[in-house]
């Protein structure tokens, strides 16, 4: 049995864990009472995704904000950042999203809004992990009690508003796009569907939008788990493929041969429909393409970097008031203008109105991008040995530039490698980029060589 902070973690997003003995009713309960004491009462938006456990970890919420003296705002199954700009619309003092987001589904987590709909920041989060662990809980009175209400159809049609702000959608719908959709049975089986047919007027043939059915892949859409797309994508004779994760926030690309586009690509051509439309820098995390730096320098912009996590990167967007961001390697797509987190539904919009603008194919339009090859892989490591791992790959580089804000980042002349603990997982995740397929498989090999 591993160890139990293996299968339990606190994180720059919330606290995440296997359910049963670690994740339990009991501890989601005691955590939501902590966070309803620390916003201090008032309205809260609750919300999850299609996970098994995800109703039986919503009552425990929701009974534990009940506790504090708050009035639960329940809005059903919803994409994470259809319930982030809820909460912002609405004015309620925080929000909670019941999902794991990309993680296996025997994983469930509680993500923690702010009053702004946004992650809380380091010292937002310490202060309630401080509450908690004191269990230093409001205990409402009889008289004190608040309801549970309900809302399911307000969310979607503000998120979907704010998008729709900021694209040509007459434009979009003229085009009549042949799309293909993977909702992996996720929140986005409830959503997307009718923000591609009906607001976009795409012609949508979707798989995985049944959210009563288990996820029917690896719930993190990247190119080994999205075989079932791709060829919808070629025997349908699509334009384009979407797949998201179970809480929508990251999204994967499919062009109209099948191939699965780079997260680090999507995330470039978003940016460059970004920059040639509004002023401002971006901000990526450290295991992020270098083609976002190309892509800015051609605008005459700045690219900031931070420790990888959203939370991180919208810290940093909001200090520098950039205009867009995102993590390239998880297909998280920032953009202020809709809300400051991570969207799937703004990269479906941005890229189809790219489409519709140049009359050209996804294809075409990621061709032009800068061209770099990268690699990424986990590895499982025993806690007490990071430090001399990384001590070990210091020494097997000693001319690169180093990054030790997350991990530890090694700058080499036109590539890099990140090695870092995962947030989410007890694993060690490796990455690395340069500008050939053999530079950078060299490189991968050196770092699993050391760590292996």
């Known amino acids: 049995m591993p160890r139990r902070e293996h299968l339990l973690k606190i994180g720059v997003s919330g606290i995440r864990g296997v359910?049963?003995?670690?994740?339990?009713?009991?501890?989601?309960?005691?955590?939501?009472?902590?966070?309803?004491?620390?916003?201090?009462?008032?309205?809260?938006?609750?919300?999850?995704?299609?996970?098994?456990?995800g109703e039986m970890i919503t009552h425990a919420v929701a009974c534990g904000l009940l506790a504090a003296g708050c009035e639960v705002v329940k809005v059903g199954i919803l994409p994470t950042p259809t319930i982030q700009i809820y909460v912002a619309a609405t004015h309620a003092q925080g929000g909670m999203a019941v999902t794991a987001s990309h993680n296996p589904p025997e994983y469930n987590a509680l993500k923690l809004f702010n009053a702004q709909g946004l992650?809380?920041?380091n010292y937002e989060r310490a202060e309630l992990l401080d509450l908690y662990h004191q269990s230093d809980f409001r205990q409402a009175t009889n008289e004190e009690m608040r309801r549970v209400i309900t809302d399911y159809d307000s969310a979607p049609k503000l998120h979907f508003q704010k998008v729709l702000a900021h694209v040509d959608a007459a434009r979009i719908r003229a085009r009549k796009f042949r799309v293909a959709l993977d909702a992996v049975n996720g929140a986005g089986a409830v959503t997307t569907p009718g923000f591609l047919r009906d607001m976009l007027g795409c012609e949508l043939e979707a798989i995985a939008i049944d959210p009563t059915q288990p996820f029917p892949r690896e719930a993190e859409p990247k190119a080994e788990t999205l075989g079932e797309i791709a060829e919808l994508v070629r025997s349908c004779h699509r334009d384009i493929g979407f797949a998201q994760d179970p809480d929508g926030d990251r999204l994967a690309v499919i062009d109209e041969t099948g191939f699965v586009l780079d997260n680090d690509d999507v995330l470039a051509l978003a940016v460059d429909a970004a920059l040639g439309r509004l002023p401002g820098d971006v901000v990526v995390n450290l295991t992020t393409s270098l083609a976002i730096d190309d892509v800015a320098r051609a605008h005459g912009r700045r690219v900031y970097r931070t420790p990888v996590g959203e939370a991180n990167v919208v810290e940093t967007m909001q200090a520098v008031n950039a205009v867009i961001g995102g993590e390239g390697a998880n297909g998280g797509i920032i953009f202020p203008p809709v809300h400051l987190c991570r969207d799937s539904y703004t990269g479906m919009a941005f890229l189809l109105d790219r489409m519709a603008e140049t009359g050209e194919k996804i294809s075409t339009l990621a061709a032009r991008l800068p061209k770099y090859f990268r690699r990424y892989g986990k590895v499982a490591f025993e806690h007490g040995l990071l430090g001399p791992l990384m001590q070990s790959l210091e020494a097997r580089f000693p001319n690169a530039e180093k990054d030790r804000s997350d991990g530890l980042k090694l700058l080499l002349p036109d590539a890099w490698i990140h090695v870092r603990a995962s947030n989410?997982?007890?694993?060690?995740?490796?990455?690395?980029?340069?500008?050939?397929?053999?530079?950078?498989?060299?490189?991968?090999?050196?770092?699993?060589?050391?760590f292996g």
Do not use: H, I, M, W
């Not at 490796?430 to 053999?438: P, Q």
């Open 424 to 450: 989410t997982e007890p694993l060690l995740r490796v990455a690395a980029e340069a500008k050939s397929d053999e530079q950078v498989e060299r490189l991968y090999r050196e770092v699993l060589g050391l």
């Open 19 to 53: 359910v049963g003995e670690f994740l339990t009713p009991a501890l989601a309960c005691s955590f939501a009472q902590a966070f309803g004491t620390y916003v201090g009462g008032g309205r809260v938006v609750l919300g999850r995704d299609t996970r098994a456990s």
């Open 119 to 121: 992650f809380f920041n």
